[in-house]
């Protein structure tokens, strides 16, 4: 189980900033986990995109969610 937190302010680097093929891997993995572990809860990230992605001591994170989607409200489309 993970804990989210909401964050206003810039940290960590954008993915336009990777140091090596090993850490775009690694920060892509981290950030698809993210979006299935979400999915499976019903959530849909819903704007996928670099810009979407941050690094933080190596660990992608996927933010700006302010676009989600909930599984039952594309179910109710």
Known sequence: HRHYCLVLDIIGRALTELTSSHELVSVIQDSLVTHRSTYAAGILHHDLSPGNIVI???VGY???WDLLITR???LDK
């Open 56 to 58: 933080v001591k190596g």
């Open 72 to 74: 039952v409200h594309l």
């Open 62 to 64: 996927l933010i700006d």
